[in-house]
């Protein structure tokens, strides 16, 4: 367990809510307690602490007393807020107490306890996998848990209705139904497919088809192609701009491509943006953010943008990074202020060795909460690509 120098606000309203309204004791009389004291002012009605030097003493004007006295009170009318770094054990004392942990034992938002996180993290992921075992994974981020339930070279996903519709990089869409059973399929043969979008009628869906620097436009009974959006002239067959990931939001696609200008031919990877383009002509009308590279996996959430900027190992939100990994990011989703963040394997070391220290080399899917600031990682033998939230999370 760690302090923490920051309070999150939801881990600071799910504390006070905790009180409500109840007397408040303080477990701990040391440097975690009067840090409590200081930044949370709420009052107290006395204190308690294991060291019986302390017993008959104060801590900020607050009378100390020992622990014994809590066998007394009446847990439905008082609550004991732990300030000390030996939560399990003071826990396991005060329900010998009769006091419950959560219920009328609260820890002080400080303190980090290890295993716990503001936001719920326990969710189930459909993660798509790249290669020649690649496929989709169903990933129970609680059971830590991977389940194949497609096979295949797969890129984007997206939901549509009870199932998705996926991108295999080199064969074309196929739509699944809610038991990943094929529907339909639209052969695309060698276009390198990567990122999908549903525009807001769920009449049409967008396609990153990268090798052409083009976005495919099809319908999402047939799968059929109606057309095609090209951001900028750069001839059929040629993949310059390496356009792959895209969102759909108010008559607008956001994209992410490695060029703006189209030199990725040049291996030039200083060029990469994330650009709003017209639905209805493929104009690039703004270029949100300039200067990524190799930028990844665009994310409309609460109207924020996030997207990996994926040679810098990191996740941004607009043009301020927010997340820096160790590993080459692909694949993001969120719930809360919980990221899922896919990692893929590095490679070409050498465009990275000059600027990182250490270089993760292990392919998975990070669980970041923006609010500490902490992570956990499982890890996996594929590629991850694209994250979907297969599931609502579970609060266990």
Same mark, same amino acid.
């Given at each position: 367990?760690?302090?923490?120098?920051?309070?999150?606000?939801?881990?600071?309203?799910?504390?006070?809510?905790g009180l409500r309204g109840?007397?408040?004791?303080?477990?701990?009389?040391?440097?975690?307690?009067?840090?409590?004291?200081?930044?949370?002012?709420?009052?107290?009605?006395?204190?308690?602490?294991?060291?019986? /030097?302390?017993?008959?003493?104060?801590?900020?004007?607050?009378?100390?007393?020992?622990?014994?006295?809590?066998?007394?009170?009446?847990?439905?009318?008082?609550?004991?807020?732990?300030?000390?770094?030996?939560?399990?054990?003071?826990?396991?004392?005060?329900? +010998?107490y009769g006091f419950r942990?959560?219920? !009328?034992? @609260?820890?002080?938002?400080?303190?980090?306890?290890? +295993?716990? !996180?503001?936001?719920?993290?326990?969710?189930?992921? @459909?993660?798509?996998?790249?290669?020649?075992? +690649?496929?989709?994974?169903?990933?129970?981020?609680?059971?830590?848990?991977?389940?194949?339930?497609?096979?295949?070279?797969?890129?984007?996903?997206?939901?549509?209705?009870?199932?998705?519709?996926?991108?295999?990089?080199?064969?074309?869409?196929?739509?699944?139904?809610?038991?990943?059973?094929?529907?339909?399929?639209?052969?695309?043969?060698?276009?390198?497919?990567?990122?999908?979008?549903?525009?807001?009628?769920?009449?049409? %869906?967008?396609?990153? /088809?990268?090798?052409?620097?083009?976005? +495919?436009?099809? !319908?999402?009974?047939?799968?059929?192609?109606? $057309?095609?959006?090209?951001?900028?002239?750069?001839?059929?067959?040629?993949?310059?701009?390496?356009?792959?990931?895209?969102?759909? /939001?108010?008559?607008?696609?956001?994209?992410?491509?490695?060029?703006?200008?189209?030199?990725?031919?040049?291996?030039?990877?200083?060029?990469?943006?994330?650009?709003? %383009?017209?639905?209805?002509?493929?104009?690039?009308?703004?270029?949100?953010?300039?200067?990524?590279?190799?930028p990844h996996t665009v994310? %409309?959430?609460?109207?924020?943008?996030?997207?990996?900027?994926?040679?810098?190992?990191?996740?941004?939100?607009?043009?301020?990074?927010?997340?820096? %990994?160790?590993?080459?990011?692909?694949?993001?989703?969120?719930?809360?202020?919980?990221?899922?963040? $896919?990692?893929?394997?590095?490679?070409?070391?050498?465009?990275?060795?000059?600027?990182?220290?250490?270089?993760?080399?292990?392919?998975?899917?990070?669980?970041?909460?923006?609010?500490?600031?902490?992570?956990?990682?499982?890890?996996?033998?594929?590629?991850?690509?694209?994250?979907?939230?297969?599931?609502?999370?579970?609060?266990?």
């Amino acid at each position: 367990m760690t302090t923490k120098t920051a309070i999150p606000p939801s881990r600071l309203n799910a504390f006070l809510a905790g009180l409500r309204g109840r007397r408040c004791v303080l477990f701990g009389t040391g440097a975690t307690a009067r840090e409590f004291l200081d930044r949370i002012p709420i009052p107290i009605d006395y204190a308690v602490d294991n060291n019986a /030097e302390t017993w008959g003493g104060n801590l900020r004007s607050i009378e100390v007393r020992e622990p014994e006295v809590l066998a007394d009170e009446d847990p439905e009318r008082t609550v004991v807020i732990i300030a000390s770094a030996a939560v399990d054990w003071i826990s396991t004392q005060l329900e +010998g107490y009769g006091f419950r942990f959560r219920r !009328d034992v @609260l820890v002080s938002p400080l303190i980090l306890e290890e +295993g716990t !996180d503001d936001e719920p993290v326990d969710a189930r992921l @459909l993660v798509s996998c790249i290669g020649s075992n +690649g496929g989709l994974f169903v990933l129970d981020t609680h059971e830590r848990t991977a389940e194949k339930v497609f096979a295949g070279n797969c890129r984007g996903i997206i939901r549509l209705g009870d199932g998705f519709v996926v991108a295999l990089e080199e064969l074309g869409l196929v739509r699944l139904d809610a038991n990943f059973a094929e529907t339909a399929r639209h052969d695309r043969l060698d276009k390198n497919l990567h990122g999908i979008a549903l525009d807001d009628s769920g009449a049409r %869906l967008y396609v990153t /088809e990268t090798a052409d620097d083009c976005i +495919g436009i099809y !319908d999402t009974v047939r799968l059929s192609r109606m $057309g095609e959006l090209r951001p900028a002239d750069s001839g059929r067959g040629e993949d310059r701009q390496h356009i792959n990931s895209l969102a759909w /939001e108010d008559g607008q696609l956001i994209v992410s491509m490695f060029s703006i200008n189209g030199v990725t031919e040049r291996e030039i990877w200083s060029d990469g943006v994330v650009a709003a %383009l017209d639905a209805e002509t493929g104009r690039v009308e703004q270029v949100i953010v300039r200067g990524l590279k190799q930028p990844h996996t665009v994310l %409309l959430s609460g109207g924020r943008l996030y997207y990996c900027n994926s040679m810098e190992c990191s996740v941004n939100e607009g043009d301020r990074l927010i997340c820096q %990994l160790a590993g080459y990011t692909r694949g993001l989703a969120k719930i809360g202020e919980t990221f899922f963040i $896919g990692q893929s394997e590095m490679r070409r070391l050498s465009r990275f060795a000059d600027r990182f220290t250490n270089i993760a080399m292990d392919c998975g899917v990070h669980i970041w909460n923006a609010d500490n600031k902490t992570s956990r990682f499982l890890r996996s033998r594929r590629k991850a690509s694209s994250i979907c939230l297969f599931s609502k999370p579970s609060v266990l």
